[in-house]
C-alpha cells in the first residue's frame, strides 16, 4: 500500500516562529500537494508539486512556502506563524494519471500559540 | 471556477436505514470525480473514482452513481462502523492532478 507518512501529528507553536512540516512519499508519485482543513471551510489547497523542484500555488499561498528537494519529500514552510494558522494540515500524493485519487497522510494538528 | 457542493451537511441513520449522500458539482470537462471517507483525525481514504455519466462502483455497502452535475453515495443497510465523514473531490481535464474538495457529509449510524 502507498504510504504518506506526516513527521508530526501534533505540534505546538509559538507566534512568529518558523515552521517546517514534512511529508513523504513511498510510492514514487509525481505529484504531491498540501491542504489545510478547518470546520466550515473544508478542505483548502496551500501548495502542490508536479516534480522535482517545481511548486505551484494553490488557492491559499499566503504566509507559506515549499520545498521539494527530492521526488519522494514535500515540505510545508510556515514562514512565522501566526494563531490564524492553527489548522489540521494534510499532505497527499498521487500518480499523474490519477485514477486511484490521493493518498493522504494522517495529518498534522499545528496550534500556534 | 470547479465548484462541489455535498449535501445534506450531516445525516444520522439507524443501523440497516438505507439512505443517500449527494454531490454536485461544476467543472469545465470533468476528469474524474472521487469520493473518500474520513475518520475523525485521521487523513482522507479514497473509496471510488467515476469518469463519465452511468457509471457506478460498489464496494460493502456502498454504491456511488454519477450524472453530468451531480453524483450520489448511497448506502445500503449502515452499520455503526459507516460512520465518517464522507468527501466528494473533482479534477478537471485542464488541472491534471489537482482536486476541488466539497465540505463533506457526517454521518451517524446509530445502534
Known amino acids: 500500500d502507498v504510504k504518506v507518512t506526516q513527521s508530526s501529528r501534533y505540534l505546538v507553536k509559538r507566534t512568529g516562529e518558523k515552521v517546517f512540516l514534512e511529508c513523504v512519499q513511498d510510492m514514487d508519485h509525481e505529484n504531491m500537494f498540501w491542504y489545510r482543513q478547518d470546520p466550515g471551510l473544508g478542505l483548502r489547497l496551500i501548495y502542490f508539486s508536479y516534480d522535482v523542484k517545481m511548486k505551484e500555488k494553490g488557492d491559499i499561498p499566503e504566509g507559506y512556502s515549499v520545498s521539494r528537494e527530492k521526488k519522494e519529500r514535500f515540505s510545508l514552510i510556515l514562514e512565522s506563524a501566526s494563531t490564524n494558522q492553527t489548522s489540521m494540515y494534510l499532505c497527499?500524493?498521487?500518480?499523474?494519471?490519477?485514477?486511484?485519487?490521493?493518498?493522504f497522510g494522517s495529518g498534522t494538528r499545528l496550534t500556534v500559540v | 471556477e470547479d465548484q462541489v457542493t455535498q449535501s445534506p451537511e450531516a445525516l444520522r441513520l439507524q443501523e440497516g436505514e438505507s439512505s443517500s449522500l449527494n454531490c454536485s458539482y461544476t467543472v469545465s470537462g470533468l476528469r474524474g470525480l472521487f469520493w473518500y471517507r474520513q475518520d475523525p483525525g485521521k487523513g482522507p481514504e479514497f473509496l471510488f473514482t467515476l469518469y463519465s455519466a452511468g457509471e457506478e462502483k460498489e464496494k460493502e455497502r456502498l454504491k456511488a452513481t454519477l450524472t453530468k452535475k451531480e453524483s450520489f453515495l448511497h448506502i445500503t443497510a449502515p452499520k455503526p462502523e459507516d460512520s465518517a465523514t464522507y468527501l466528494c473531490?473533482?479534477?478537471?481535464?485542464?488541472?491534471?492532478?489537482?482536486?476541488?474538495f466539497g465540505d463533506g457529509t457526517t454521518l451517524t449510524v446509530k445502534p
Open positions: 473531490a473533482v479534477q478537471a481535464q485542464t488541472n491534471a492532478g489537482k482536486s476541488t
Open positions: 497527499a500524493s498521487s500518480s499523474p494519471g490519477g485514477g486511484r485519487g490521493y493518498t
